[in-house]
T-cell receptor, first 113, second 113 residues
Framework: GENVEQHPSTLSVQEGDSAVIKCTYS??????FPWYKQELGKGPQLIID?????GEKKDQRIAVTLNKTAKHFSLHITETQPEDSAVYFC????????????FGTGTKLQVIP | GAGVSQTPSNKVTEKGKYVELRCDPI?????LYWYRQSLGQGPEFLIY????????DSGLPNDRFFAVRPEGSVSTLKIQRTERGDSAVYLC???????????FGSGTQLSVL
């Protein structure tokens, strides 16, 4: 089955700086890579996703990149704000069917005002 | 409500007891998923429903776990003879159809004493 590794496990940045979270996946059949933000006491919320036919996707301060050959994908958050503080999960699945998503272990991001 | 609703938000039980966890998906969403999240980990897939049928229950850890969705809307996750290792947050998610993004509920925190 799919295995997703994520690092770092914790990340502290100053407000306004950028944050980068990196993930690798094992199953070459995976073609859908969502990123979730989870705040304390809440369920994960999808913030951005990318499909394997695309190398990069951007949405305001958030961008994701995908290297299919290396099986690497990354989340970039620019101009970080205190409300970006949360746990972020990368994930992978095969989107040909339903979303049996495999999650990474999470990165706890702290943005220091 | 607008989102996925899970009840109860917290459940404390004793080892060996039976518990039921309820999920109300977003109205009109045909796909429903259960995931389990242990402390400090990413969610892990348990089971997927399309309509009333469990299309994939490969993530259920053993036969003490069972889930139903009799009318294609509300789902109940049932755990028999609970064990301390069952303690986790049980998350429910729904999507409009198979290949659409997941919307997660806030989860049920299950504690087995």
């Amino acid at each position: 089955g799919e295995n997703v590794e994520q690092h770092p496990s914790t990340l502290s940045v100053q407000e306004g700086d950028s944050a980068v979270i990196k993930c690798t996946y094992s199953d070459s059949a995976s073609n859908y890579f969502p990123w979730y933000k989870q705040e304390l006491g809440k369920g994960p919320q999808l913030i951005i996703d990318i499909r394997s036919n695309v190398g990069e996707k951007k949405d305001q301060r958030i961008a994701v990149t995908l290297n299919k050959t290396a099986k690497h994908f990354s989340l970039h958050i620019t101009e970080t704000q205190p409300e970006d503080s949360a746990v972020y999960f990368c994930a992978a699945s095969y989107s040909g069917g339903y979303q049996k998503v495999t999650f990474g272990t999470g990165t706890k991001l702290q943005v220091i005002p | 409500g607008a989102g996925v609703s899970q009840t109860p938000s917290n459940k404390v039980t004793e080892k060996g007891k039976y518990v039921e966890l309820r999920c109300d998906p977003i109205s009109g969403h045909t796909a429903l998923y259960w995931y389990r999240q242990s402390l400090g980990q990413g969610p892990e897939f348990l089971i997927y429903f399309q309509g009333t049928g469990a299309a994939d229950d490969s993530g259920l850890p053993n036969d003490r776990f069972f889930a139903v969705r009799p009318e294609g809307s509300v789902s109940t996750l049932k755990i028999q003879r609970t064990e301390r290792g069952d303690s986790a947050v049980y998350l429910c998610a729904s999507s409009l159809s198979d290949n659409e993004k997941l919307f997660f509920g806030s989860g049920t925190q299950l504690s087995v004493l």
